[in-house]
């Protein structure tokens, strides 16, 4: 069975992190970015987008 994982868009500031941690109890999302920081949001603050690991024919 393949592992689900997650990216995290932020349409205020126009930017996609690496989601690590969702977690329910807390309502927060952990997400990493580049350089390692990990920073938190509320679950509304993100859209969720499924990752699926393939690229495009331009390999983006």
């Given at each position: 069975?393949?592992?689900?994982?997650?990216?995290?868009?932020?349409?205020?500031?126009?930017?996609?992190?690496?989601?690590?941690?969702?977690?329910?109890?807390?309502?927060?999302?952990?997400?990493?970015?580049?350089?390692?920081?990990?920073?938190?949001?509320?679950?509304?603050e993100l859209?969720?987008?499924?990752?699926?690991?393939?690229?495009?024919?331009?390999?983006?």
């Open positions: 069975m393949r592992k689900v994982k997650f990216r995290a868009y932020d349409d205020f500031e126009d930017q996609t992190y690496e989601v690590i941690e969702i977690s329910f109890k807390k309502n927060k999302i952990f997400t990493l970015y580049k350089g390692g920081l990990m920073n938190s949001y509320e679950i509304g859209i969720l987008l499924p990752y699926t690991g393939l690229s495009d024919k331009k390999k983006k």
